[in-house]
């Protein structure tokens, strides 16, 4: 079981397109507002072109480790 948050590693940040990472797994993307925008499997990297501009944020899930940390899309 996992007990604690680590920070998540990901660049460019802020973006326009695609979102690197460090690690694979499970991904939770929330707005500003706290709403859930988008949950899928990651491998590496997303493509964040098709969202709003803004502060979003970002945790992910592998199967040792919980992730998170801030984006901001241009």
């Not at 690690?23 to 590496?44: D, E, P, W």
């Amino acid at each position: 079981m996992v007990e604690e948050w680590q920070n998540l590693v990901c660049y460019p940040n802020p973006t326009t397109e695609i979102l690197n990472f460090e690690n694979s797994g499970y991904l939770l993307l929330f707005n500003a507002r706290g709403q859930l925008i988008l949950q899928t499997k990651v491998q590496n990297y997303l493509d964040v072109s098709m969202l709003e501009r803004g502060l979003y944020f970002v945790l992910l899930q592998t199967e040792t480790s919980l992730f998170k940390t801030k984006l901001l899309l241009r």
